[in-house]
């Protein structure tokens, strides 16, 4: 019998090595190729949502251990167990009730868990062999022939791969060489928002915005802006996000532009003695760009296929992009598992069932993060600073991103698949 195709993977963030990582457990060949020489320090927080959290166990049980062995919960907080299933408690920055507790947002059953993500990569790179990894290695360009998919990188190698999935971000280059015409119309755009970031120390912290507002990850509502805060390395820093409407364009060749305090000072001017409190202890006030990546016909094309932000870049704002990363390299790894899989052609139908299942719902993550920041900024139609609204907005507009069950959605993407396998999908059907 033949070996079942190698699936090359370009880019190792997030949904890279969580694929990788459930392959080489499947016993599938796999290598991987990413830009960065390694992964860099860089101290900002992430918090998964409870689907991808069932995900993980279901792509490797490693994995889930890695995430559970770094992460921060409530109850890392002693006197802050009761909030073990919150996700974010949120408070008025505005209005007369400043500072005043609207609800408090639970996430069942897991709570806000929440870490670095450069602690989480690292421990996610080393579930996967040395050999299989290729540091410094920037794609430049992609070209799918009758053997297969040729990848040439920036450093003048070239590599002939049977399968690729991009994993390679926002600004994939996989997905601009697989759907050349259609990537020209749908490059990330400016979301209308910009964010200030910081990481600050729990003790600072406490000073700014006493023990409890520290401790429970809170977001902050106000007229146009909201700013979030929640605990990360065991409770020991606090990562802080303070993300502003703006009806301006970006005008800035890079996502990152130098402003100064004036500026964050200006752009919270309205938000109250706790938003001011942090905003004194930002250290850098650069404001960074929120992308979002417009919808796309199809995350796949023949012997090529994207994953993660590549395929579907969300606003922040609902804490949902690597999540549906990992959702994503969920259902790839067992589709590209399944003993019905050998052969390219195979393969080219797993890639097909997985678009099928997969770009509806992390679609409409795009769609209802950036939903969320309007609800954040109590600008959402029919809602806006109404407490009854967004209470009951708020309980009721996530559970279809929480509540998933992620392994019926791997079995309906299995189905798809046996549809395809039994009426082979060509590359020239796709193209
Ligand atoms: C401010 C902010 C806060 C966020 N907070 C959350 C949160 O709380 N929860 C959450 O779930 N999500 C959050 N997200 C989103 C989350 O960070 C992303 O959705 C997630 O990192 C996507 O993972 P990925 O692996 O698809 O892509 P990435 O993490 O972007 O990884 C892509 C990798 O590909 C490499 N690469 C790029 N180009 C090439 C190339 N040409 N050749 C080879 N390699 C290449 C890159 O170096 C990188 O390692 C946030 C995003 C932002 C901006």
């Not at 755009?189 to 990481?199: I, K, T």
């Not at 390219?344 to 719902?361: E, M, T």
């Not at 993550?365 to 969320?372: A, I, M, R």
Request: charged share 25%.
């Amino acid at each position: 019998m033949s070996p079942k195709p190698t699936i090359t993977i370009i880019g190792g963030g997030i949904g890279g090595l969580a694929l990788a990582a459930g392959l080489h457990f499947r016993k599938i060949p796999v290598q991987i190729y990413e830009a960065a020489q390694t992964f860099k320090e860089i101290g900002l927080g992430i918090s998964l949502s409870p689907a991808a959290y069932r995900a993980m166990p279901l792509i490797h049980p490693l994995i889930q251990q890695i995430y559970n062995s770094l992460v921060t919960i409530h109850a890392d907080s002693p006197g802050y167990e009761e909030y073990h299933q919150t996700w974010f408690e949120l408070v008025w920055a505005t209005g007369t009730q400043e500072g005043d507790i609207l609800m408090n947002l639970k996430a069942l059953p897991s709570g806000q868990t929440a870490l670095r993500r450069a602690d989480f990569l690292n421990a996610l790179v080393e579930l996967v062999p040395a050999g299989i990894v290729h540091f410094g290695k920037r794609l430049s360009s992609l070209v799918e022939n009758e053997n297969g998919v040729v990848l040439a990188f920036e450093d003048g190698e070239v590599v002939n791969a049977d399968v690729v999935v991009g994993c390679d971000g926002i600004r994939s280059r996989v997905k601009e060489c697989m759907i050349p015409v259609e990537s020209l119309r749908t490059k990330p755009v400016y979301s209308g928002m910009y964010g200030y970031r910081a990481v600050l120390e729990m003790g600072d912290m406490i000073q700014a915005v006493g023990e409890k507002r520290a401790r429970v990850a809170t977001i902050y509502l106000g007229h146009g802006a909201y700013a979030l805060s929640y605990p990360i390395m065991r409770a020991r820093l606090v990562n802080i996000g303070i993300y502003v409407m703006s009806d301006q364009d970006w005008g800035y060749d890079s996502w990152v532009r130098p402003a100064k305090k004036e500026d964050i000072e200006r752009d919270t001017r309205d938000m109250g003695r706790y938003v001011k409190a942090l905003v004194e202890r930002m250290p850098d006030p650069s404001q960074w760009a929120i992308f979002e990546h417009p919808h796309i016909s199809t995350y796949t094309c023949s012997k090529v296929a994207i994953l993660g932000d590549a395929a579907h870049a969300s606003t922040p704002h609902q804490g949902a992009g690597a999540g549906q990363a990992i959702e994503d390299a969920h259902v790839l790894a067992e589709l590209l598992s399944d003993s019905r899989v050998s052969s390219v052609d195979d393969v080219v139908a797993a890639f097909k069932a997985y678009d099928d299942i997969r770009r509806p719902r992390s679609q409409r993550v795009v769609t209802s993060s950036k939903e969320n920041a309007d609800i954040f900024c109590l600008r959402f139609d029919g809602v806006r600073d109404d407490p009854v609204k967004l209470r009951e907005t708020l309980n009721r507009r996530l559970s279809w991103l929480w509540d998933l069950d992620v392994q019926d959605q791997v079995e309906r993407a299995r189905e798809k698949m046996v549809e395809y396998l039994e009426v082979p999908v060509t590359g020239k059907d796709l193209l």
